[in-house]
């Protein structure tokens, strides 16, 4: 079945998305944020040799994963090593392989992915998975105003004061914007193949907004799509 990709700025909703269908019993969550486009893809080239690429890519995988979820280490094992680690191009590889061994593994169910600001990439990602898009918008001032409050404990220990934050979110939501756009004019809206959710309705409106989706989405609505959870464990969420 194809897959569900969900994108958006980080800080816009899109963890708690993820967390409220992580629950539903046809869907399989690919568990943390995607992250391999934006912290080795782009990058690529910075990371030293072939094992050097590879170790990363582990870390990166295994980055607040559990051995609880659906898709550890264990799970894919067998597809790192079909991975030809000297081309850059071996992410979408990667994810192609992902999506093949969940077709048949759990025929009747369908991977979500999610990654922030992956919407940059999305004709690229759209010509290889052929998934449904969920895009997630925030009113840009609530959006630096989460990220702001976050830059002293958090942000900042990762190399983003005040200033790269605000950088950071402004050519983010400006390329992202631009990117969804183009597609949404080469993709009718009206097929489904990309969805747009607003934070502030998901927060305020969430039976209602969920009911909605999961008929978008052409799955069975059900009680716990109202409930953030991970591993099907209620889950707080990860503001910073």
Request: hydrophobic share 35%; net charge negative.
């Amino acid at each position: 079945m194809k897959p569900i990709w969900v994108c958006g700025h980080r800080k816009c909703g899109t963890t708690l998305l993820t967390n409220l269908l992580d629950g539903h019993p046809n869907l399989i969550n690919y568990g943390s944020d995607f992250r391999m486009i934006y912290a080795l893809y782009n990058g690529y080239d910075e990371y030293g040799n072939n094992d050097d690429i590879k170790d990363r890519f582990i870390k990166i995988f295994l980055d607040d994963r559990t051995d609880d979820d659906f898709i550890n280490l264990s799970f894919i094992n067998e597809l790192i090593h079909k991975l030809d680690f000297s081309k850059k191009d071996f992410i979408w590889d990667y994810l192609a392989l992902l999506n093949e061994k969940i077709a048949s593994l759990e025929p009747k169910k369908r991977l979500f992915i999610k990654e922030t600001s992956s919407e940059i990439y999305i004709e690229t990602i759209m010509n290889l998975l052929d998934p449904q898009f969920i895009y997630v918008m925030r009113d840009p001032r609530d959006n630096w105003a989460a990220i702001s409050a976050g830059v002293e404990n958090y942000y900042s220990k990762i190399g983003e004061r005040r200033l790269e934050a605000l950088s950071s979110l402004i050519n983010r939501i400006v390329i992202g914007f631009n990117a969804f756009i183009r597609f949404s004019s080469i993709y009718n809206q009206k097929t489904n193949k990309i969805i747009t959710i607003k934070f502030e309705e998901l927060t305020e409106r969430v039976p209602s907004v969920m009911d909605d989706l999961s008929s978008q989405l052409e799955i069975d609505f059900e009680d716990i799509l109202c409930f953030p959870t991970r591993n099907s464990k209620q889950y707080s969420g990860n503001s910073h």
